[in-house]
């Protein structure tokens, strides 16, 4: 039998985090330099507390042009109701979790911690990578 490729042989452990105080465009700037879609939001305390995703930083275009309503900390805009999955998940599952909530990118939690994420892109990669090896 196969061992299983599991989330945390493929998930990104250099992650972008931010904290909930960080400001809106100071935030937005991050995402921007570091080319991603989304970043974990950790307290100060080091736990995980939420997720500030584009779509989230698009909300600010749909609140209007007044600088009142498009200022603030990452927390009043952030997404806090959050699927994150286990590192010892294997990946079809992690695939298939992806299919069901449709998000881009999972955080990955240990024991409340982050650890890492894992985007749809890293599941794609290990699956093609690891298919060279089956005969």
Do not use: W
Request: charge should be neutral; aromatic fraction near 6%.
């Amino acid at each position: 039998m196969n061992n299983l490729l599991t989330v945390r042989e493929v998930m990104d452990t250099d992650v972008p985090t931010l904290r909930p105080d960080t400001e809106i465009h100071d935030a937005i700037n991050l995402l921007l330099s570091k080319r991603v879609t989304g970043a974990p939001v950790i307290s100060k305390a080091g736990e995980f507390v939420g997720i500030l995703t584009e779509k989230d930083c698009l909300k600010l275009i749909a609140r209007g042009a007044e600088p009142q309503i498009t200022q603030g900390p990452v927390s009043k805009f952030m997404s806090t109701e959050v699927k994150t999955i286990n590192p010892d998940m294997d990946i079809y599952y992690a695939a298939g979790l992806f299919l069901q909530y449709d998000f881009r990118r999972f955080p990955v939690l240990e024991k409340g911690k982050l650890v890492g994420a894992i985007t749809r892109f890293d599941i794609l990669r290990a699956i093609e990578s690891n298919r060279a090896l089956v005969p």
